[in-house]
């Protein structure tokens, strides 16, 4: 909580939360679907002062099929690899016509949306120039670890073994050979203000994210865990299950990291093992005993380093 | 030649049951192309996929408007697309559809040839799981003959490998099971389906003039989606919610992709069936057990 | 009054975006585009000019947040040359299909490979399908009125469409030359302030670039060609109403000598005017020679072009790209194509000269000229000029 103090925001409760919603039904996602599910949340969050610009992929496609659209919200699509660019142009756009009187509404959130593919791996380019530019927007990445919108191929979020159409199995291959980019942690290494991991199995943790990110100044990126029924094998009915496994397991540790100090909360003393997570899946399900070994000591490794960035962080505070 | 067109949901495999075809008849030496049509729908969704076969080469490569024959994998989907579409007069409409619900296909035959099966049942029984659709190529076998049932032995390998075994005793089953109901009148000038309401599907308003369009192609109206009704991909039960065991936390409207719960003007929570997809999160989620997925009747 | 001075193109193109009190300029450096953004991130940093320069990672960002800032509304520029240009190939076509009203400068450069700085128009002639308004300048007088000009086109109702204008790499873009520099107070006069109401806007939400499949794409694509051919008029006014206030006259094309003429160049760009000091060297020398400068590449100005050659029976087109593979060059080609079915059919080469910087004289035309009198077929391909063979 200490970490709080430097970031002052309208915190969202269980017993008051906003009736927005920024987007209306009969988008076309898939029944389950995790990242439609975070995204309505997260703007849930921020309310209908908002303008979004959002990368090609899944959500750009099931949500404006013309002449329908299910924003109640302005957005705005160009392409794939430069949401960030976009959403840079309109910040800086907005911040002239304010200083030239052309505009009053200073309060207006800009909220860049991309999906794995356009944020960690076409999109990262002109993300990473947005971020160093300092440009006021919050990047919100709905990470469902492959390129859903065509077909569940590889990305570089992809996580290690996992089979996508890109990585499949065969006598040659048994899924992804390469480990999962660790996307918040380079983002924070822009050292922007604001930069956490969310999933829609903690709504309000997320809202209250967005909230934050909302409230400071200069760029906001949250990573958003997106269980994805379709690419990742799995009944629909499974994806917030998931993401609450992904986090109780550490596969997919919560934190934040709030003017380049780590708090890291929510993690178990007792995590589940990793095959508790990997067991729901048929994208994992040839996995071998050693595979699971691989990855569970990588998962411990990386929580052990996460909780040391937090003590560190902790440990310099009050310091001159 | 003969034109065929598939309905079925997306994840039904209904592409899938175009392509086995078209692969077992070039085994057999004809011609055939299969493809599927393409949009930004998902799973549960509508969707069609287009078969050809022929004796000769196809120089056709153009969507099926006039068909022969549909093949309909989700008998679900009469209500909602209209199936028969420029289906030929005299042509076979091959439906899988559980045998008590056959009555309700009979106001069909008076122009068209109806062929029906059980395939999700012959999937169960065969598969283990409700994939109709190597079942429906059974009854679309027996009801046109076309290609012998062997001659999918081979696509079914390299599609299915060690589950192929059991999709061609699905198929085989299909076969046998399947009854033939010749057509029973005159064709009539217009089908039944013409008088049940697609307001759903989108088809319907797409087509604008260039000079009405907003500047660039922009959507002026906000949230005009709601007008495009999702409830109609449930494919595995709707939600039921038991207000005695409700606490109303709430938490089932907040675990919605659709935004598809709402508190009624009783303040009880339950599910909008023009939207609901029936993905089940909600119930899986409600940390009382108040709501459960229950199976709809089908109309 | 204007105020004649010695100054780079660059910088008096660069002027001429301060003038329009642009609100947003998004840039990345590339040679030979880099003094015209150095001298607006300059008059930024002054104060002289008050808006947002994005210093962005790469051309394709550049011409991204464009796009943005036109829809949040703002008065926007970019500018760029050769594999720059390239790089924001697609998002191009997007710019004018949304119907986003920007301006863009292009300080035109030849394409690798061989990676070569110097100027050619390989880098703009494969971006002519993109949909915009696209201007070539001449001289540094014309680089500084057509960036005024074009934010009044690319901003009115009826347009509402991206404009670029090209100036020729060094040769034009790095000259110091003569250029009268209009007022601030003129400019004012003749641009009123940027009036683009915002598109993204919370009380007005609206959906901009949708998902549109076969039902809508073609009627998209019309409106936008419909609002480029549409844009011509538009932009006949905005000439007059220049040419009232500054006396500096403005048309799709320019021609020199056209009067008795056995021949005409056709040329664009800055070496236009090396074209027409040869013109004068040719008549001087009793060959009948005159000059088709086109100033509007896109839309294609055809009747200007078929009236102002009537009726020289020979004609001889400069490309400055080589289209491997094609019959022609690609004015050539546009040339030829206005003349097809056309009454009169005069001989038409094409020759493609000056790529990567290779020298343009007057030497240059003068062959031009003198190749196609002797006699060249209208039919034969492309006369590649200045190629060593041996």
């Known amino acids: 909580m200490k970490a709080d103090k430097h970031l002052e925001f309208e915190k969202i409760t269980a017993k008051a939360l906003p009736e927005f919603e920024a987007l209306s039904p009969g988008h076309r996602a898939c029944p389950g679907c995790g990242e439609m599910l ?117 990305s570089s979020a992809t996580p290690e073994f996992a089979w996508t159409t890109t990585c499949p199995l065969g006598s040659a291959s048994s899924g992804k050979t390469h480990k999962k980019k660790d996307l918040p942690r380079i983002m924070a290494a822009h050292d922007i203000p604001y930069v956490a991991t969310a999933t829609p199995a903690h709504p309000l943790d997320l809202m209250n994210k967005v909230r934050k990110g909302a409230a400071v100044k200069g760029p ?65 399900k040839h996995l071998t005993a050693q595979d699971v070994r691989t990855i569970q000591d990588r998962v411990d490794a990386t929580m052990d380093r996460l909780l040391s960035y937090a003590r560190l962080s902790d440990d310099t505070k009050g310091r001159p | 030649m003969i034109e065929i067109r598939f309905h079925g949901r997306g994840g039904q495999g209904s592409v899938t049951a175009a392509e086995l075809v078209a692969q077992a008849a070039i085994n057999e030496g004809k011609y055939a192309q299969a493809f599927p049509s393409f949009g930004p729908e998902r799973r549960g969704a509508p969707v069609s996929a287009f078969l050809r076969v022929s004796d000769s080469q196809i120089f056709l490569r153009e969507k099926i408007e006039a068909p022969d024959v549909i093949v309909v994998l989700d008998a679900s989907l009469i209500e909602l697309v209209d199936v028969f579409s420029g289906l030929k007069a005299g042509g076979s409409a091959v439906m899988n559809c559980p045998p008590h619900k056959r009555k309700s296909l009979m106001p069909w035959n008076e122009s068209y040839r109806l062929v029906t099966v059980d395939a999700t049942q012959a999937a169960m029984n065969n598969i283990g799981l409700p994939i109709a659709n190597t079942a429906m190529i059974g009854a679309l076998l027996k009801g046109m003959g076309l290609i012998k ?75 005009n989606s ?40 009783d303040e009880q929570f339950i599910y909008n069936e023009d939207y609901c997809k029936g993905c089940g999160q909600c119930a899986r989620e409600c940390p009382k057990g108040a709501i459960t997925m229950e199976e709809e009747a089908w109309v | ?66 796009l943005g800032s036109a829809a949040a509304g703002a008065r926007t520029f970019t500018a760029t040359a050769s594999q720059g240009l390239a790089f924001m190939h697609e998002i191009l076509f997007i710019a004018s299909s949304m119907r986003l009203p920007l301006v863009m400068a292009v300080a035109n450069r030849t394409l690798s490979s061989p990676i070569n700085i110097l100027a050619d128009h390989s880098d703009i002639m494969p971006e002519r399908d993109i949909g915009w308004v696209q201007l070539f300048a001449e001289n540094g007088q014309e680089a500084h009125d057509l960036t005024l000009q074009a934010f009044k086109l690319a901003e009115d109702s009826q347009v509402l469409l991206p404009v670029l204008i090209s100036l020729d790499g060094f040769f034009l873009s790095h000259m110091i030359e003569p250029v009268t520099l209009i007022s601030q107070e003129e400019a004012d006069a003749f641009l009123s302030p940027c009036t683009l109401k915002p598109r993204l806007d919370p009380a007005e939400p609206r959906t901009l670039g949708a998902l549109g499949g076969p039902e809508v794409y073609t009627e ?58 040869s013109v004068d060297q040719l008549r001087e020398r009793g060959i009948r020679a005159g000059l088709v400068r086109i100033r509007l590449w896109r839309p294609f100005p055809v009747r200007e072009l078929l009236s102002s050659l009537d009726p020289i029976p020979c004609i001889a087109v400069l490309d400055r790209m080589l289209s491997p593979g094609s019959v022609n060059g690609p004015v050539a080609l546009e040339v030829k194509s206005a003349f097809y079915q056309h009454s009169r059919q005069p001989r038409i080469n094409c020759f493609v000269a000056g790529l990567g910087g290779r020298e343009l004289s007057r030497r240059t035309f003068i062959e031009m000229v003198n190749r196609s009198l002797a006699g060249e077929s209208h039919d034969t391909p492309s006369i590649h000029l200045d190629v060593r063979h041996a």
């Open chain 1, 38 to 154: 975070a995204l309505r949340q997260a703007l849930k969050g921020l309310g209908p002062n908002t303008i979004v610009v959002n990368a090609t992929g899944c959500i750009e496609v099931v949500s404006t099929p013309f002449p329908q659209t299910a924003w109640n919200i302005p957005w705005m699509h160009v392409a794939f690899e430069n949401a960030s660019a976009v959403g840079s142009g309109v910040e800086a756009a907005r911040r002239a016509l304010l200083r030239k009187g052309r505009l009053t509404d200073a309060d207006t959130t800009i909220v860049v949306v991309g999906g794995d593919g356009g944020t960690s791996d076409i999109g990262f380019q002109s993300l990473s120039g947005a971020l160093e530019r300092g440009h006021n927007f919050i990047y919100l990445c709905f990470d469902n670890e492959a390129y859903m919108n065509t077909g569940v191929q590889r």
């Open chain 1, 220 to 284: 906001a990126f949250i990573h958003i865990f997106s269980p994805c029924p379709t690419g990742w094998r799995m009944p629909a009915e499974r994806s917030i299950e998931i993401a609450k496994v992904a986090v109780k397991s550490n596969i997919y540790p919560l934190y934040e990291v709030i003017h380049g100090e780590y708090v890291v909360k929510r993690n178990s003393k007792n995590p589940l093992p990793v095959s508790e997570y990997f067991k729901l899946q048929g994208r994992f």
């Open chain 2, 149 to 223: 049932l062997d001659s999918f032995q081979m696509p079914l390998q390299t599609r299915f490998g060690r589950l192929a075994e059991k999709n061609f005793q699905s198929m085989t089953q299909a076969f046998h099971d399947a009854q033939i109901a010749e057509p029973s009148g005159e064709a009539p000038l217009s089908s039944p389906a013409q008088e049940l309401d697609f307001s759903g599907i989108i088809e319907k308003e797409a087509l604008m003039a260039w000079k009405s369009l907003a500047l660039g192609g922009d959507i002026l109206e906000p949230g």
């Open chain 2, 226 to 265: 709601a007008r495009f009704l999702t409830g109609t991909w449930r494919m595995t039960g709707k939600p039921v919610f038991h207000s005695d065991a409700c606490t109303k936390c709430g938490l089932c409207r907040l675990f919605c992709p659709e935004d598809a719960i709402f508190r009624d003007a």
């Open chain 3, 1 to 66: 009054m204007g105020l004649r001075t010695g100054i780079e193109v660059s910088l008096a193109l660069a002027e001429a975006v301060g003038l329009s009190r642009a609100d947003v300029i998004a840039a990345y450096p590339i040679t030979p585009q880099t003094h015209i953004v150095e001298h607006l991130a300059e008059m930024v940093a002054e104060g002289r000019l008050d808006a947002e320069y994005v210093a962005v990672e790469s051309e394709h960002s550049a011409i991204s947040a464009c």
């Open chain 3, 220 to 277: 998209v694509k019309q409106q936008q060609n419909e609002a480029l051919c549409g844009a011509v008029p538009v932009l006949e006014k905005i000439w007059n109403e220049f040419s009232g206030q500054f006396g500096r006259s403005y048309r799709s094309l320019e021609t020199y000598r056209l009067d008795n003429a056995e021949i005409a160049l056709i040329t664009m760009g800055a070496v236009s005017e090396t074209a027409r000091s």
